[in-house]
């Protein structure tokens, strides 16, 4: 009995010392993260917001995260298809845009609305903090790190858009269903495509102009294919569009509890805003390059305006009508969604 006793204490002993020499290894455990998206290096998100999100978290973590950036696209697939990238970890972190997957976040597009929102900070805020109410359903199969919104959007056209009448037959870009539909309710033809797709589009004659915001015009070379740009009276855009920031529930889950808080410290609101203020500060850049350029830029009129909301009026009608067809109640989330960019408004 005494030989067993003596084997067990034994075995005990050296149990508890593995798990000792283990425990020094595990806390040391470093890893790689590899980030996928779909425009250039120096364009604004991955410059201002991506880039200093990776150091941050590598600072952080005190280098045993290691986050490897992958541009472009270069790691293959297109656009659409980045959130399921994360999803099924083909890598460990996307950014990506919602309205690329139509009919799939469907309590998300409330933000893509006509004349929904404006500044991309205070907007970006504002979704946050809605989709972690409304909508983190549409988000379960990844570990969200974080939603935004770009600033106001507008056009950017061969032939300058004056009014409602000139936008008439014109092939325009749009980079959702939302947007693509208020486009058809404004009489232009929407033509659908990822945004990295526009420059050649615009090169070829594809299209005749695209609705982007000011912040992504440098990298795809926009004020230099089009001389004429088209803005909107009041606080609000003429539409948005919406991002999600992702990363694979098993590359989080595998993470050791001190690098899983150093992701989660670098998620949710405060990220939200990150990257909501980098397509601000970019808006602004962009926007100087056509004034330097000597471009023409159209400010419709407060009343030229009101002409622009009450015929997009009719696309969140659309919208609210066919979410009730999906049990879901359209009118309310406009509501919250409205009250939500109130709140965060300065």
């Known amino acids: 009995m005494r030989f067993f006793q003596r084997r067990a204490t034994l075995a005990a002993l050296g149990a508890v010392a593995l798990a000792t020499l283990a425990a020094p290894a595990l806390a040391q455990q470093t890893v790689t993260l590899r980030l996928h998206q779909m425009?250039?290096?120096?364009a604004t998100i991955p410059?201002?917001?991506?880039?200093?999100?990776?150091?941050?978290?590598?600072?952080?973590?005190?280098?045993?995260?290691?986050?490897?950036?992958?541009?472009?696209?270069?790691?293959?697939?297109?656009?659409p298809q980045l959130f399921d990238q994360a999803?099924?970890?083909?890598?460990?972190?996307?950014?990506?845009?919602?309205?690329y997957t139509p009919g799939r976040f469907n309590k998300s597009e409330v933000f893509e609305l006509p004349f929904m929102s404006g500044s991309a900070e205070e907007s970006s805020r504002a979704f946050q903090e809605y989709v972690e109410k409304y909508a983190a359903d549409e988000f379960s199969s990844v570990k969200l790190i974080a939603v935004h919104t770009h600033g106001p959007g507008l056009f950017h056209t061969k032939t300058p858009v004056t009014g409602l009448e000139s936008l008439r037959g014109m092939k325009v870009r749009g980079g959702s269903r939302v947007i693509n539909n208020m486009l058809t309710k404004l009489g232009a033809t929407p033509v659908g495509m990822p945004v990295p797709a526009v420059t050649d589009a615009l090169t070829k004659g594809t299209i005749e102009g695209t609705t982007i915001p000011w912040e992504v015009t440098p990298s795809l070379k926009v004020t230099e294919l089009v001389k004429n740009h088209t803005t909107f009276a009041g606080k609000t855009g003429l539409y948005t569009q919406t991002f999600a920031f992702s990363m694979n529930k098993a590359s989080y889950d595998?993470?050791?509890?001190?690098?899983?808080?150093?992701?989660?410290?670098?998620s949710g609101m405060e990220t939200a805003a990150l990257f909501g203020r980098a397509m601000d500060e970019g808006d602004k850049i962009g926007r100087d390059i056509?004034?330097?350029?000597?471009?023409?830029?159209?400010?419709?009129?407060?009343a030229e305006t009101q002409r622009w909301r009450r015929t997009a009026a009719t696309v969140e009608t659309d919208w609210i009508n066919e979410m009730k067809g999906k049990n879901i109640d359209g009118a309310k989330l406009v509501s919250e969604a409205r009250a939500l960019i109130a709140k965060y408004q300065r």
């Open 290 to 302: 056509a004034v330097k350029a000597k471009n023409n830029i159209v400010a419709l009129d407060a």
């Open 254 to 266: 595998k993470l050791p509890p001190d690098l899983k808080a150093v992701i989660d410290k670098n």
């Open 39 to 42: 425009l250039p290096q120096q």
């Open 47 to 79: 410059a201002r917001a991506i880039v200093p999100w990776a150091q941050k978290v590598e600072a952080e973590s005190g280098g045993r995260i290691k986050v490897q950036l992958f541009h472009a696209m270069s790691l293959g697939g297109s656009p």
């Open 87 to 99: 999803r099924d970890g083909v890598v460990d972190l996307t950014w990506t845009v919602l309205g």
